[in-house]
């Protein structure tokens, strides 16, 4: 095999992210271009700030908001700088433009890459405000000052509003970012407060807009059949019925199958059930889930018995299997995508998490001039790593271009589970050594996988942050099975695996699990103060009521963001109640703690789905589960209360939001050992398995 030199999503995604501070300060194109910005005499210094004259302040939003809060944390950095007025933030999505640099929403980077960045835009706007005030009143800058959206002279106490000065300093140089200074971070106003969700409003009252609202004039609607097994086409079809149906315009087969375009989404899923197709189910009409497994196997088998045994002089040897299966995103907001191709351009409404990638896509099939196309993105009702794929926005403007109209491609839930890119399954073999006082001192983890782009996705989140010698690879294993980036990517595998087989040595070395983990965490890592301010909270070592077991997990997401979690369950009739879920996380400089506490339990929710029921299973090639009676999501009664204590830092600010969930099942696994005895190593939780 060739040595992997191939970068990691995280690496690239981190690398694209500089490139932001040198793009970000030149207009984009459609400033550049000349076109009407909407704003009469607006001052616009960069691409993510434009001041109007009625001293509304808007932040062009980069990245896709699906709930993680970016359009409300991007504007509270933009603003601290500025020194804006918050009741006159308004948020937009910026259009795909090179002038952001990468604009994936993916990795857990939307803060962190652009943290410096957006800064730096706030300071050169607010000092070209400073420029123009100085200018009007012919005093020096350094005598001005500013607060919440107005330029003040200290010595006069003459005032002037951001809106007053926009015309002003829309006239003025822009100066190099690198020759201004910074705030104190002592001095935040704004950056590190609770301030609300700028789209709550519209979305409590109906008002905001996803991508399954957009209506566009003329607009017909597509459901799309694709074949079932992975890897099928279409041998033929007959389309008299599905024509037949009232208010269908027309069928059309397109690279994914065969689309019903219709008058309404009724008519179009009608039109679709009416189809006669004969599919061509290739050669993976025979695959299924066992002989998966049995693939899995068989690598880390020979891996295990071929590798040098670093437990061979130890006192105590110990071997585990565990396995996590496939897992659909299940997003509540199934794929959509709206298009609109003309002969001289073409428009996409996608709630996409890679807007320049749809972009490039729709490109490539109308070959119209990349300046032609515009990919507008709403709201977005859930991501997860699904919408980094665009095979949603491929079909809308295929569809449109084929029948010269707007058209929407909806899918519906089955559509949605059945044609995912799915969170790889993976297969693991462990094996370590304990010395006679029952401390363990090495470590081996084999993990075969499908993967998703390469051997190096495969171990991320494998790397064992505790003092002991280790070895740890990882073994790919060619499916056809469309797989994909799901919330914290191979971080949710190998936290599970790993913190449960620490807590297999733990009780084989009759160890407190937590002590075992203090005493194997390096003296001052932020992972060792968080895992001891989660149990300080939880109150570890402390009775609990009958029946109820405590765990504990810990887990540096990307090496960037530290989280522990401690878990209170209990089992009655073979159902699994989690109680209580307790959190500290260590990510850095806060922007604001209530979008941190909500992403980190938004990521326990998630973890208990994948603990209680998340399994996709493979039978004759094709996906099992079709819906959420066969592939159920957490349900409010499940929820336990959740408690999350964001660690004190002056460090620069780092992702959160995949980061809740990799400590968060194995806690609750292990907590289920101490309140049963019984050591579960498979996903999900089965009542068979008390």
């Not at 201004?180 to 008002?207: E, S």
């Not at 009416?274 to 290739?282: M, S, Y």
């Not at 993967?451 to 070895?471: F, H, M, N």
């Not at 307790?582 to 850095?588: E, K, L």
Request: net charge negative; hydrophobic share 45%.
């Amino acid at each position: 095999m060739q040595p992997d030199t191939s970068m990691s999503r995280r690496d690239f995604l981190k690398l694209s992210a500089l490139a932001g501070l040198a793009l970000g300060f030149r207009l984009p194109d459609r400033v550049r271009a000349g076109q009407d910005t909407g704003a009469a005499a607006s001052f616009e210094p960069n691409a993510y700030i434009q001041i109007d004259t009625d001293g509304v302040v808007t932040v062009m939003v980069h990245r896709s908001e699906m709930g993680q809060g970016v359009q409300t944390a991007i504007p509270m950095i933009v603003a601290e700088e500025l020194d804006a007025d918050w009741t006159k933030i308004r948020a937009v999505q910026s259009p795909a433009d090179s002038v952001y640099g990468n604009q994936v929403t993916g990795g857990s980077v939307s803060i962190s890459g652009s943290y410096n960045t957006l800064r730096a835009a706030g300071a050169v706007a607010r000092a070209m405000l400073v420029a123009a005030a100085a200018q009007t009143w012919a005093v020096a800058p350094e005598t001005c000052r500013t607060e919440n959206g107005v330029v003040i002279h200290e010595p006069s106490g003459q005032q002037l509003t951001y809106g007053e000065l926009a015309e002003a300093a829309a006239a003025l140089p822009v100066p190099q970012a690198r020759d201004l200074t910074l705030k104190n971070p002592q001095d935040f106003q704004i950056i590190g407060a609770r301030l609300g969700h700028l789209p709550n409003r519209d979305i409590v009252t109906g008002g905001a807009v996803y991508g399954s609202d957009v209506q566009l004039p003329g607009m017909l609607y597509a459901a799309v059949a694709r074949c079932p097994v992975f890897g099928g086409r279409v041998a033929g079809y007959d389309a008299s019925a599905a024509e037949a149906v009232a208010g269908v315009r027309q069928v059309v087969e397109i690279d994914s199958g065969v689309a019903v375009v219709a008058e309404s989404t009724w008519a179009a899923l009608q039109g679709c059930r009416a189809l006669d197709i004969a599919w061509d189910e290739g050669e993976n009409a025979g695959l299924d889930s066992e002989q998966i497994r049995a693939m899995f196997a068989e690598q880390t088998g020979q891996q295990l018995a071929n590798s040098a045994n670093l437990a061979a002089n130890a006192a105590v040897q110990i071997e585990a299997t565990y396995e996590a299966p496939y897992l659909a995103h299940a997003t509540m907001e199934p794929m959509n995508a709206t298009a609109d191709v003309r002969a001289d351009r073409c428009e996409v409404w996608a709630p996409t998490q890679s807007r320049q990638d749809a972009k490039r896509r729709a490109q490539s099939i109308t070959r119209l001039p990349v300046d032609a196309i515009s990919v507008h993105v709403p709201l977005i009702g859930c991501g997860s790593g699904r919408r980094l794929q665009v095979d949603y926005v491929v079909e809308a403007v295929q569809l449109s271009q084929a029948v010269g109209a707007p058209v929407k491609v909806f899918w519906t839930r089955a559509d949605d589970i059945q044609h995912d890119f799915y969170r790889p399954a993976s297969y693991h073999q462990l094996r370590a050594g304990l010395d006679a006082a029952g401390m363990p001192v090495s470590w081996e983890h084999y993990i075969a996988s499908q993967g998703i782009g390469s051997p190096a996705d495969i171990g991320q989140g494998a790397t064992i942050p505790y003092r002991l010698e280790k070895s740890i690879k990882s073994l790919p294993v060619r499916l056809p099975i469309p797989t994909g980036y799901w919330r914290g990517v191979f971080n949710t595998q190998n936290a599970f695996v790993n913190e449960c087989f620490l807590d297999e040595l733990a009780a084989a070395g009759g160890k407190d699990p937590y002590e075992l983990r203090m005493a194997l965490l390096p003296d001052g890592s932020p992972l060792k103060a968080t895992l001891e301010r989660a149990a300080a909270e939880a109150g570890w070592g402390t009775p609990l009521p009958a029946g109820r077991g405590r765990g504990v997990a810990c887990h540096s997401t990307w090496g960037v963001t530290h989280v522990a979690a401690v878990a209170e369950v209990s089992v009655e009739a073979g159902k699994v109640r989690v109680h209580r879920v307790v959190c500290a996380v260590d990510c850095g400089t806060v922007v604001n703690p209530s979008i941190v506490e909500a992403q980190i339990e938004g990521g326990v929710v998630f973890g208990l789905t994948a603990v209680l029921h998340g399994q996709v299973t493979i039978e004759d090639g094709r996906v099992e589960q079709g819906n959420f009676h066969d592939y159920p999501l957490c349900s409010i009664d499940e929820m336990p209360a959740i408690d999350v204590h964001i660690m004190p830092s002056d460090a620069a600010p780092q992702g959160v939001g995949e980061m809740g969930m990799p400590p968060a099942v194995p806690a609750v696994m292990n907590a289920l050992f101490a309140a049963t005895g019984k050591r579960i190593r498979r996903l999900p939780v089965r009542p068979e398995d008390f």
